[in-house]
């Protein structure tokens, strides 16, 4: 027998003006010049306990912390997540590459407050339904051809008791990034398109896209073309919508079923380790950065080259404490739903589907209360690479996570 709960959903826009330097591409130099879609934070309030999904690259913990403390619900009851749109202003403040706009943080956090308040104040008696669409074939990991993807689209509707669908969210684990570094308006990428094509299948209800896995995974373009603001035929607008339309119809043909249960939540604090993968001295390679930067071949390479000797001159000689943050569980009437922070590779999140018991298909979610960047699994570290061995810098952390942070991200969650 299906439960019945209460439950409301809102969405605010939190578009800033033109002006702000853009999140995303270290190759970016110059500011947005406009709005291709809008920004949003999109709430949904299940009894007492929230989600907001901001269209941002990521969110600081701190402002999480203060997200969570003003939404009016109890801290361990609320969890905050960013799309990870690479189309949005730089949203963490000593993160992403450069300066975070003040006005923006606030407009931001007031943004995320507002749309759980707003989803709060909605709540009416509703039913939830749960069910898994098919991969909709958007998703190709970027590290190793023929790699590991998690091609699970979880989905769930809320309706009210006569039927009119609230909302429906859904996720997918694969990075919102067919806009590049030449895109200078702020866009959620094909999350935008997705939303819409759903939102349009229920009219006036409000569509929720949830971040899954994809530290290693993205729409199949090559790596070279994000450290180039030119924009080739795979990184279009007409591209994202494409991809996102192809999200939607998974998600409105996924088989639904109706849930029964209660609702809980929890949450639990981790630590994790940093470990350097730099050799030298930091000096020496902030010369050489800066050298390279002197020389390179575009102005792309050369912002990120002055980045990086920027960062070897402050962030690297920080203290190595560990990172602190904390990992999340819902139960929506028996259908789980798993926070981790930061960009979780796919293998994690089908290492953790695989201890799960039978039952819903569970929401695997990254990017959530907090982006410190990106965390691999063990297996992950001998083939190095970006996400490995130079994100931190992007990041504003003094090193990378030393081996082991993902298992112990997925161990607490599973606990």
């Known amino acids: 027998m299906t439960t019945i709960i209460e439950a409301g959903a809102a969405s605010v826009d939190i578009t800033p003006p033109p002006g702000l330097m853009m999140c995303g591409y270290a190759a970016r130099s ?42 009016g619900l109890a801290d361990d009851r609320v969890v905050v997540i ?53 991969n909709p074939g958007i998703a190709f990991n970027r590290r ?8 699970n689209v979880p989905v769930l509707r809320v309706e009210t008791l006569d039927g009119t669908v609230l909302a429906v969210a859904f996720a997918h684990g694969c990075h919102p990034v067919v806009l590049g570094a030449g895109n200078r308006l702020y866009t959620s990428d094909f999350p935008h398109y997705a939303r819409s094509a759903v939102e349009a299948a229920h009219p006036g209800a409000i569509a929720l896209f949830l ?45 639904l079923a109706p849930l029964s249960g209660g609702i809980t939540a929890r949450a639990t ?6 470990a ?36 070897a001159r402050t962030t690297a000689r920080e203290p190595l404490a560990p990172w602190r943050g904390r990992v999340a569980a819902f139960g929506w009437s028996g259908l789980p739903l798993l926070f981790l922070p930061g960009e979780v590779f796919a293998g994690t999140a089908l290492a953790i589907r695989a201890q799960l018991p039978a ?8 990017l959530a209360n907090g982006n410190p960047g990106y965390i ?40």
């Open 30 to 71: 110059e500011p947005a010049t406009g709005t291709h879609d809008p920004l949003t934070a999109r709430a949904l309030v299940i009894d007492d306990t929230a989600i907001v999904v901001a269209d941002v690259l990521g969110l600081h913990e701190d402002s999480c912390a203060r997200i969570r403390a003003r939404s």
């Open 211 to 255: 971040p899954g896995c994809s530290g290693d995974v993205s729409t199949g373009h090559s790596p070279e073309s994000s450290i180039s603001t030119d924009t080739p035929p795979d990184r279009t607008y007409a591209e994202a919508e494409r991809l996102g339309l192809k999200l939607a119809q998974s998600v409105l043909a996924a088989p």
């Open 82 to 134: 960013a799309t990870h749109t690479h189309g949005g202003p730089m949203p963490m403040a000593g993160r992403g590459g450069g300066s975070a706009d003040p006005a923006f943080l606030r407009q931001l956090e007031d943004g995320c407050v507002e749309a759980i308040r707003q989803a709060a104040a909605r709540r009416r008696p509703a039913r939830l339904s749960a069910g898994n669409g098919d």
């Open 144 to 151: 190793t051809e023929g790699g590991a993807i998690d091609p």
């Open 359 to 366: 039952g819903p298909t569970p929401f695997v979610i990254s």
């Open 276 to 311: 350097r993968t730099e050799t030298g001295d930091f000096d020496d390679l902030a010369r050489e950065w800066d050298g390279l930067a002197a020389n390179a071949a575009s102005p792309a390479w050369a912002t990120l080259y002055r980045h990086w000797a920027n960062w």
């Open 269 to 274: 604090p981790v630590e994790l380790a940093l």
């Open 376 to 415: 691999p699994a063990r297996a992950d570290y001998p083939a190095g690479g970006y996400e490995v061995t130079e994100a931190h810098r992007y990041y504003g952390l003094p090193a990378a996570f030393a081996p082991g942070g993902a298992e112990l991200l997925a161990a607490a969650v599973l606990r």
